[in-house]
């Protein structure tokens, strides 16, 4: 589900989409794009990603931090590997467990949620 949710991304470069679940229940979504009211247009004329592009992970994060749910013990699937930044939300945001399907070039954060004592399960670089 995470992989068709990516598809509303309006990012061309790369497409992530990314589900919060909890008690069997999807909490939140998010996919990469541009912050409310800006133009969905993630990448500049050089096709470079612009600067304040949020991750899919951030904005399931902060989309459940503006409901009255809580993500405390939650899962986070997430269709590539999460960044450095992510992760220190993930973290921050009590989530208890990360399930990626991609890996990206850079795992740092998932060394971080290792380091965290959060739960990281990789499913594998599964293509349709």
Not at 71 to 89: D, H, I, N, R
Not at 97 to 106: A, D, N, S, W
Request: hydrophobic share 35%.
């Amino acid at each position: 589900m995470a992989r068709i949710w990516a598809e509303n991304s309006y990012c061309k470069r790369r497409k992530v989409g990314a589900l919060l679940v909890k008690n069997k229940m999807i909490i939140s979504d998010g996919y990469n794009g541009t912050p409310s009211g800006f133009e969905n247009n993630c990448e500049d004329e050089n096709n470079v990603s612009k600067p304040y592009v949020l991750h899919a992970e951030a904005n399931a994060i902060t989309k459940i931090a503006r409901s009255h749910n809580s993500s405390e013990g939650a899962t986070l699937y997430v269709t590539a590997s999460p960044c450095m930044e992510c992760s220190k939300l993930i973290i921050q945001a009590g989530i208890k467990r990360v399930v990626y399907g991609e890996t990206y070039r850079i795992m740092d954060g998932v060394e971080l949620l290792e380091r965290a004592g959060i739960q990281v399960d990789f499913l594998g670089d599964v293509k349709e």
